[in-house]
T-cell receptor, first 113, second 115 residues
């Protein structure tokens, strides 16, 4: 049968290159966004978040950009390492209520040594 | 510091059976959320509990229920299991719910297989 994994967007980069993972969201009421990294067999790991009153936020080797005009979010990873290989999810919190995160489809990042 | 812990790590059940999954939040966190993650997809919200009360519920049937205990740990119960309930069940904890945005930190999950 067909594997649902075939529908997962993929990104393959060389070690040391920069990676950019994109995410589109649909709800203009969303006001809080989070990027999670999920390695095989593990739970999602928090990477970085951004609130809707910001356009950019930087962490260690990661930067999140938010474009509210086109409802687009991106995660930039500098100097990508093999340990960065994982599925990356963006999640949005809608309408100011903390009780529900809505996750995107996810992007599989593969870092080639 | 201990993160979110979940038990058991893996579970195999047959159709029609009942299952209970357990979660302990990060120390000091009072809110617990449950998510279902089917293979190849992102997590789907099931419940959030804060101070032992349900604060939100996702689009899941009444076969799914949960509760939170005075020590803020939580149980997710699923009755009359179906094959489609096979998934990774994730628990996430956050410090506060419903007041302002708080980051949700996830546990390793419980892998449930229904045969």
């Amino acid at each position: 049968g067909e594997s649902v994994g075939l529908h997962l967007p993929t990104l393959s980069v060389q070690e040391g290159d920069n990676s950019i993972i994109n995410c589109a969201y649909s709800n203009s009421a969303s006001d809080y966004f989070i990027w999670y990294k999920q390695e095989s067999g593990k739970g999602p790991q928090f990477i970085i978040d951004i609130r809707s009153n910001m356009d950019k936020r930087q962490g260690q080797r990661v930067t999140v950009l938010l474009n509210k005009t086109v409802k687009h979010l991106s995660l930039q990873i500098a100097a990508t390492q093999p340990g960065d290989s994982a599925v990356y999810f963006c999640a949005e919190n809608r309408g100011g209520s903390n009780y529900k995160l809505t996750f995107g489809k996810g992007t599989l990042l593969t870092v080639n040594p | 510091d201990a993160g979110v812990t979940q038990s058991p790590t893996h579970l195999i059940k047959t159709r029609g059976q009942h299952v209970t999954l357990r979660c302990s939040p990060i120390s000091g966190h009072k809110s617990v959320s449950w998510y279902q993650q089917v293979l190849g997809q992102g997590p789907q919200f099931i419940f959030q509990y804060y101070e032992k009360e349900e604060r939100g519920r996702g689009n899941f049937p009444d076969r799914f229920s949960a509760r939170q205990f005075p020590n803020y740990s939580s149980e997710l119960n699923v009755n009359a299991l179906l094959l489609g309930d096979s998934a990774l069940y994730l628990c996430a904890s956050s410090a506060v719910a419903g007041v302002f945005q708080e980051t949700q930190y996830f546990g390793p999950g419980t892998r449930l297989l229904v045969l």
